[in-house]
């Protein structure tokens, strides 16, 4: 049998619900989650950022609360994240973003998804962030849009 794909979720991921743009592609990978076909991680990182998002968005993430696993925010994530800032991937002003990369590092997820295209979904960023992630220990993170999650194994 073949293990559920643990993914980390990111607070755009769910704002991404109400989002024109990443609406249709948001429900089909939360719908995913419904089915049990992944694991959703989220962290205390995620759930301090929902404590601002409109009500809509923290009705419709409560849906989910029987299913979140959570990534901790350890000492080992915090170091990580610094490793990220350290290495110029981004600037201390985003210090939330490398700390969803570095939680879901140390967590061992397979997947971050995220519809934050210029700190995390980043063709230039992510080889930086498993450069690092390789250099201290962990294994190569994927990090993709849910819109390339949703899809199943149909041929």
Known sequence: MLRKIKIYAD??????????EFKDHSLAFFERI?????????????????????KN??????KFESVFEIADI??????????YIEAGI?????????LHVALASVSN???????NFKHIVNFQRIPLYNSVNLINGYNQ?????????????EA
Not at 144 to 152: F, L, N
């Open 109 to 115: 997820c397979n997947i971050i998804v995220s519809w």
């Open 141 to 153: 993170i994927n990090i993709y849009s849910p819109s390339e999650v949703i899809y199943g194994d």
């Open 90 to 98: 981004v600037s201390s002003k985003f210090t939330t973003d490398a």
């Open 11 to 20: 607070t755009s991921v769910f704002g991404g619900v109400f989002d024109d």
């Open 57 to 62: 968005v923290r009705d419709f993430t409560s």
């Open 74 to 83: 350890n000492e080992e994530a915090i170091l990580l994240q610094q490793k």
């Open 34 to 54: 419904k089915k049990g076909d992944f694991r959703l991680f989220i962290s205390d990182a995620v759930r301090n950022e929902l404590t601002n998002a409109p």
